[in-house]
């Protein structure tokens, strides 16, 4: 079927270290969204991206959808950037979103 | 604007007993999502419909689970004879054009 794969699937830095997060995914993608999810919290969209680079803040979603990979940079890491990232991809441009399994970082004072 | 509600936040079942769970999605919304997220895990789809009408419903366990938007709105979840493997936080979203947002989630523990 059709899968998302992220990676790291954890990272511990320390504040001010910069994070690359990667979603790979097995077929041709019509978008990509990006999410944040605090711990016990709701998810909560970073990125809407279906081809190309976008920027907000600290941090950066570039999608090469071709290459069927899209990551997430996140510079001079804080702590309150701890919890998950998730990618969810649409393969089929018809709303439906498949989610990986999340990155899970933990930024230490 | 108001996000998208649900309700309840938090349900302890015994095996076999039922729960239902309510999204009221942001106004204006077309497309309306339930998710299972068990813990530690990426959600997964569970059904989804875009007004009234069931678009998929593919990962949907019909023998327990049902899903119904009756007047293209709110939507409710509920599950029959829960099982321990229900355990999990169930996200509703709603979209319109593409991008989701998400409600806080229903927690459900099956003892």
């Known amino acids: 079927g059709q899968q998302v794969q992220q990676s790291p699937a954890s990272l511990v830095l320390q504040e001010g270290e910069n994070a690359e997060l990667q979603c790979n995914f097995s077929?041709?993608?019509?978008?990509l969204q990006w999410f944040y999810q605090h711990p016990g919290g709701r998810l909560v969209s970073l990125f809407y991206n279906p081809s190309g680079t976008k920027h907000t803040g600290r941090l950066t979603s570039t999608t090469v959808t071709n290459e069927r990979r899209g990551s997430l940079h996140i510079s001079s890491s804080q702590t309150t950037d701890s919890g998950t990232y998730f990618c969810?991809?649409?393969?089929?441009?018809?709303?439906?979103?498949?989610f990986g399994g999340g990155t899970r970082l933990t930024v230490r004072p | 604007e108001a996000g998208v509600t649900q309700s309840p936040r938090y349900a302890v079942l015994q095996e076999g007993q039922a729960v239902s769970f309510w999204c009221d999605p942001i106004?204006?919304?077309?497309?309306l999502y339930w998710y299972q997220q068990p813990r530690d895990q990426g959600p997964q789809l569970l059904v989804y419909f875009r007004d009234e009408a069931v678009i998929d419903n593919s990962q949907l366990p019909s023998d327990r689970f049902s899903a119904v938007r009756p007047k293209g709105t709110n939507s409710t979840l509920k599950i029959q004879s829960a099982k321990q493997g229900d355990t999990a936080t169930y996200l509703c979203?709603?979209?319109?054009?593409?991008?989701?947002?998400f409600g806080e989630g229903s927690k459900l523990t099956v003892l």
């Open positions: 077929s041709t993608a019509t978008r």
């Open positions: 106004s204006g919304h077309d497309t």
């Open positions: 979203a709603s979209s319109l054009r593409g991008q989701l947002y």
């Open positions: 969810a991809i649409d393969y089929n441009a018809g709303a439906k979103l498949t």
